[in-house]
């Protein structure tokens, strides 16, 4: 009878400490999972050298900003092999320099191939440009560009294939572009693309931002559930002093329905900020993070955070 008590005991011991390393392994998982996709869905600090494995051959390469004569490039280090992407560009000339709104490198794998596809956005000359680069057997090949200034993707990580969008904030839908990467190759899907989820929401926030006024009342756009703190920010901007542009935009979604809809919508916006009272100031850059959740029963979607960022 003792020996059947031990044994018991012991089976069950076995039992719950297998149930609880299951649920430390499963809890690590999707912690890293979700580390990596923060990771890869926010802009690299250009003052650091990043690594990543960007042609699939399982080596760490090297990813550098390159400026000079006014001209700013982006330099990948393969083993021994050194590419510049301005290469690719039909002027040799990626971006040129601004004091106040620096590239910006997003690296996430467009194709679902295990070899992350890089996005650029940036200035050349007085405008937006953006572009997409893929490694495609021995170099780094330009597979899309234009000179939109909102650019971002949706199913990023669910079962469907990441869908690029691309738009002109002042056109609105009239300039939108969308595209999937396909076997190496841009599958133009602008034909379909009738409309935007969050975009009605964004381009109201981005209006409150270029006002010249403090708000008086606020728009049916933020979630009742907003941090009020947050939400201060609006009445914070010392517009008496200071006035914003709208520059440029990056957004993704992290969250979905049993549909593949989204349900969550991140968005990157970058102001220019300049000073009313001194023309000769420098200009500055304001950047916010806003997070957006589609509503119940709409196809609307409200504001739940906002974050000043780097």
């Given at each position: 009878m003792k020996i059947l008590i031990i044994k018991k005991k012991f089976l069950i011991n076995l039992i719950t400490f297998t149930i609880v390393t299951l649920i430390i392994i499963v809890a690590l998982f999707l912690l890293c999972n979700k580390f990596n996709f923060q990771e890869t869905l926010s802009p690299l600090n250009l003052s650091q050298n990043y690594s990543y494995d960007l042609n699939g051959d399982g080596l760490?390469?090297?990813?550098?900003l390159v400026e000079e004569q006014n001209k700013v490039d982006i330099c990948i280090k393969c083993a021994n092999e050194e590419y510049y992407l301005s290469k690719e560009c039909t002027d040799k000339v990626l971006f040129t320099s601004c004091s106040y709104l620096k590239p910006k490198i997003f690296i996430h794998d467009l194709s679902r191939n295990s070899v992350p596809e890089i996005i650029l956005t940036g200035l050349k000359g007085e405008k937006n440009s953006a572009y997409v680069f893929q490694w495609n057997k021995n170099k780094f090949t330009l597979l899309y560009s234009d000179n939109n200034n909102i650019f971002g993707i949706l199913n990023c990580k669910n079962s469907c294939t990441p869908q690029c969008y691309s738009l002109n904030s002042i056109k609105g839908l009239s300039s939108?572009?969308?595209?999937?990467?396909?076997?190496?190759?841009?599958?133009?899907?602008?034909?379909?693309?009738?409309?935007?989820?969050?975009?009605?929401s964004v381009t109201s926030f981005i209006n409150i931002i270029e006002l010249s006024y403090p708000l008086d009342e606020l728009p049916s756009i933020f979630s009742s559930n907003i941090n009020s703190d947050e939400l201060s920010l609006l009445w914070n901007l010392d517009k008496d002093n200071n006035s914003y542009l709208f520059q440029n935009g990056f957004f993704y979604d992290y969250e979905w329905d049993n549909l593949n809809s989204p349900l969550y919508i991140k968005w990157r916006l970058s102001f220019e900020k300049k000073s009313l009272k001194d023309n000769n100031s420098d200009k500055?850059?304001?950047?916010?993070?806003?997070?957006?959740?589609?509503?119940?029963?709409?196809s609307s979607y409200n504001i739940t955070s906002i974050q000043v960022s780097n």
């Open positions: 760490q390469d090297n990813i550098q939108l572009n969308s595209f999937m990467v396909i076997n190496n190759s841009i599958l133009d899907t602008t034909a379909d693309s009738k409309s935007l989820p969050s975009l009605d500055k850059q304001l950047v916010l993070l806003i997070d957006l959740r589609k509503e119940s029963n709409s």
